[in-house]
């Protein structure tokens, strides 16, 4: 879970924030990004639990019956949608990110081909 040693949530976003920036391996990135998008205490599931109840209590504040809700109060479904499939782009990129390196891969250096008549002889 996301914690700043003093608390201050603002200081443990811009730990993020610095975190990746100073990240020198494809894991460090892939750490940072599971703190954004895992799935219980990731920011974005979290985020995402924060507007499914916002939503949830604007449309029973308004009184509106299920899919009658005004529309900016209708549209925070499928902005907590968005917010879960970033969370998936996230961690399909985390994922890769966590693979070790691959080495580049040389190519051979190109051999001579005989001509198709010095075969023949």
């Known amino acids: 879970m996301l914690a700043a040693p003093d608390g201050d949530r603002d200081a ?10 100073a990240a ?13 998008a ?3 205490h990731g920011l974005l599931p979290l985020t995402r639990e924060v507007i499914v109840r916002a939503w949830i209590a604007a449309s029973d504040l308004h009184g ?6 005004p529309e900016p109060i209708a549209r925070l479904g ?3 949608n968005s917010v879960s499939e970033a969370a998936g782009v996230i961690l399909r990129a985390r994922n890769h990110a ?22 023949r002889r």
């Open 38 to 40: 895992a799935p219980v």
């Open 64 to 69: 509106a019956a299920p899919g009658e809700e």
């Open 98 to 119: 966590a693979r070790p390196a691959q080495p580049p891969t040389t190519a051979p250096a190109p051999g001579r081909a005989q001509s198709p008549v010095s075969r």
């Open 78 to 80: 499928s902005t907590a």
């Open 12 to 21: 443990a976003l811009r730990y993020l924030a610095e975190r990746v920036s």
């Open 24 to 36: 020198e391996t494809s894991s460090e990135v892939a750490e940072v990004l599971t703190e954004v």
